[in-house]
């Protein structure tokens, strides 16, 4: 069932060249968020008159909401070369002495996942943001000795879901740091446009609606959604992605009015129904619905509870009466369905 998810966090290969199409690689063509995009246009701006490196930019936020994206603009932007890893991949320092010795003046250096930075590289990190040097570890035992690497200035950008993991030292250490939120209904609307017409999909406007209003908020899912509904016009109608076409699309995807779907609905469901309507720890909630505890609490439940369908307190998760509203209403449809049938 995993294959068919379409959730932000989910990966499918097939669409990897498209979605490398439709990334925006100019701040003019990523649309939304305009108060970050107005200030990074001035920091950008600034930086290039004064022939400096941009200062370090941390970008946090659930996924699929244009982190990476970002990182990439700055990059194009500034017109510097960009240079992308994730903190997994640096296991060991030398792996990191390895990017940055060989990083040119003022470029991108992006760090995905930043929160799992291993101790040993984060505080080799530091020395290089903050002096633009490292101490490197030459021989072993008795004859070891340290030598300081100089660095040429750069950009550090870093991403995560989870900025609450970052720890102090390094959080302290960007001089630019902005926390993406869920988009409007209206944003994403203008980001379907944009991806109908890359891809050359036919789209009514009440089509691109529904759409939008089922995409989470998320670009990424909006994106997604899009390619399925193409899919499905193409194959049951004449390739023109009508509202009929989503309503029937999103219904074979088992995605509700909300952009909710079963697993979604399987968090409300058991919230409610196994720990009466809560709260229940997020661990408890993960084991049962057979998810991942990072997975739950980055991909799903901050949707959730930017809808207002579940709320955090201190002793766990709490259904709210829109959980109840929502699942009652969910459930009187597919009874009227079974009526229908
Ligand atoms: N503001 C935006 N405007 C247009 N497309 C966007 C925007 N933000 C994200 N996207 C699209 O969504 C996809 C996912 O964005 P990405 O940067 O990978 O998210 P994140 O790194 O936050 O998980 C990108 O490939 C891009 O096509
Ligand atoms: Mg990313």
Not at 221 to 235: H, I, Y
Not at 316 to 323: D, K, M, V, Y
Request: aromatic share 6%; with cysteine; charged share 25%.
């Amino acid at each position: 069932m995993k294959d068919n998810r379409v959730t932000a966090g989910t990966f499918h290969p097939e669409q990897d060249q498209e979605e490398y199409t439709l990334r925006p690689r100019k701040l003019k063509e990523f649309l939304g968020q305009m108060r970050l995009k107005e200030n990074l246009a001035v920091f950008i701006q600034a930086a290039k008159q004064r022939q400096e490196s941009l200062d370090h930019v941390f970008f946090s936020g659930p996924p699929g909401l244009g982190k990476t994206t970002l990182a990439g603009i700055i990059a194009n932007e500034l017109g510097v070369q960009f240079r992308a890893t994730s903190a997994p991949a640096l296991e060991r320092p030398g792996d990191l002495a390895a990017i940055l010795t060989t990083i040119g003046e003022n470029n991108v250096f992006f760090i995905d996942e930043i929160h799992r930075l291993r101790p040993i590289i984060e505080e080799m990190l530091y020395n290089a943001m903050e002096d633009f040097e490292i101490d490197v570890v030459m021989g072993q035992g008795p004859g070891a000795r340290t030598i300081k690497i100089p660095l040429p200035p750069f950009t550090l950008v870093g991403a995560t879901t989870k900025t609450g993991l970052v720890s102090g030292p390094l959080y302290s250490r960007f001089g630019i740091t902005s926390r993406l939120d869920f988009y409007t209904d209206e944003d994403i609307e203008s980001i379907i446009h944009r991806s109908a017409g890359i891809l050359t999909i036919k789209l009514e406007e009440a089509a691109c609606t529904m759409i939008a209003s089922r995409s989470r908020g998320t670009p990424r899912v909006a994106n997604r959604l899009l390619r399925r509904m193409r899919d499905f016009a193409q194959v049951w109608a004449d390739g023109l992605v009508t509202a009929e076409i989503v309503m029937r699309g999103m219904s074979s995807l088992d995605i509700d009015s909300l952009g909710l779907d079963k697993l979604d609905r399987d968090i409300l469901k058991t919230v409610i129904e196994n720990y009466k309507g809560g709260p229940v720890g997020s661990e408890t909630l993960a084991i049962s619905i057979g998810e991942a505890v990072d997975t739950l609490e980055d991909v799903y439940e901050p949707y959730l509870i930017q809808k207002g369908l579940i709320q955090r307190t201190p002793r766990g998760r709490t259904a709210t009466h829109l959980a109840y509203e929502h699942l009652d209403l969910k459930q009187r449809e597919s009874e009227d369905q079974q009526l229908l049938l």
